[in-house]
């Protein structure tokens, strides 16, 4: 199986700065994208950035310019530099790695359990 573990959530102040790791293991032949989503309470998972392979970002207009998505291929860790942060910010945020288990096995999307951000006004 792969396993997907974020870390590095917490509590910060409006204006703080937080970075976020995850690191995906386990058998794995090959990683294709990795990204970041959150949820908030009551409201529905929503992209914040994902990064290809060949170091491509995708990132939510709404913290464009405020985070900053990379990745270690090496070592199979995605991150995410989150600065000015935001009240709004506040959720938990999950990792997503698009991998395959081995050759000529169909891409599957892995979920980590999350890690809570809170931001303080």
């Known amino acids: 199986q792969v396993q997907v573990v974020e870390s590095g959530g917490g509590l910060v102040q409006a204006g703080g700065s937080l970075r976020l790791s995850c690191v995906a293991s386990?058998?794995?032949?090959?990683?294709?994208?990795m990204g970041w989503y959150r949820q908030a309470p009551g409201k529905q998972r929503e992209l914040v950035a994902t990064?290809?392979?060949?170091?491509?970002?995708n990132v939510a207009d709404s913290v464009k310019g405020r985070f900053t998505i990379s990745r270690d291929n090496a070592k199979n860790t995605v991150y995410l530099q989150m600065n000015s942060l935001k009240p709004d910010d506040t959720s938990i945020y999950y990792c997503?790695?698009?991998?395959?288990?081995?050759?000529?096995?169909?891409?599957?999307?892995?979920w980590g359990q999350g890690t809570q951000v809170t931001v303080s006004s």
């Open positions: 386990g058998r794995i032949f090959s990683i294709n994208a």
């Open positions: 990064i290809s392979s060949g170091g491509t970002t």
């Open positions: 997503n790695t698009i991998a395959r288990q081995f050759l000529g096995a169909a891409w599957t999307g892995y």
